[in-house]
């Protein structure tokens, strides 16, 4: 199984759409949780962190259920410029480690 | 923001030859810079953990003699991969750690092999 998975995609949407990421990770321990997008070709860059209570960040908002393992992002009002690679992203350490682990991304594309 | 600047952002090379991509946190230090490396429509895979000051943490499977990791300064890790070949071509790319944790990235450079 692996650490981090999200759902497949892809995702077409139209402008203005409401859509929903979801995501599963596998260790309990994990004390980190993030967002990231990757538009083609670049590096990602952060979108938001999770919290335990839930954020919100504008059309943005990120929910967290440890007892699930379960992170999801929703957008509202989608707009073209939302259009990339969104990635759950893992901190299975915590503490000291910063490592991360990346799911593998599903793509949106948010169409005119 | 915070910045990582990484360079060069794009290398064509012989198969058999060095390559060295440096990476730079512009405006914090970082004790702790990643390397990843991403193929075509996959994830990123993270590499190594490279600690200021001490020998970096390679993840299973990373060869540590071909991938030489150097994070000499707070501000500065370079990553070697030594003896390219085809195979190697990828897109690499390393993070810098500030203490609270978040990682941002530089902005990648894509290594081909012929």
């Known amino acids: 199984r692996k650490e981090v998975e999200q759902d497949p995609g892809p995702f077409n949407v139209p402008e203005g759409a409401t859509v929903a990421f979801n995501c599963t990770y596998s260790?309990?321990?994990?004390?980190?949780f993030f967002w990231y997008r990757q538009d083609c070709r670049k590096e990602p860059k952060l979108l938001m962190s999770?919290?335990?209570s839930g954020n919100e960040d504008g059309r943005f908002t990120a929910q967290l259920n440890r007892a699930s393992q379960y992170i999801s992002l929703l957008i509202r009002d989608s707009k073209l410029s939302d259009s990339a690679t969104y990635l759950c992203?893992?901190?299975?350490?915590?503490?000291?480690?910063?490592?991360?682990?990346f799911g593998s991304g599903t793509q949106l594309t948010v169409l005119p | 923001g915070a910045v990582v600047s990484q360079h060069p952002s794009w290398v064509i090379c012989k198969s058999g030859t060095s390559v060295k991509i440096e990476c730079r946190s512009l405006?914090?230090?970082?004790?702790?810079m990643f390397w990843y490396r991403q193929f075509p429509k996959q994830s990123l895979m993270l590499m190594a953990t490279?600690?200021?000051?001490?020998?970096?943490?390679?993840e299973q499977g990373v060869e540590k003699d071909k991938f030489l990791i150097n994070h000499a300064s707070l501000t500065l890790s370079t990553l070697t991969v030594t003896s390219a070949h085809p195979e190697d071509s990828s897109f690499y790319i390393c993070?810098?750690?500030?203490?609270?944790?978040?990682?941002?990235f530089g902005p990648g450079t894509r290594l081909t092999v012929l």
């Open positions: 992203v893992v901190n299975p350490r915590g503490g000291s480690a910063r490592q991360l682990t």
């Open positions: 405006d914090f230090q970082a004790t702790t």
């Open positions: 490279s600690n200021e000051g001490s020998k970096a943490t390679y």
């Open positions: 993070s810098a750690s500030r203490l609270a944790g978040e990682q941002f």
């Open positions: 260790n309990s321990a994990s004390q980190s």
């Open positions: 999770v919290y335990s």
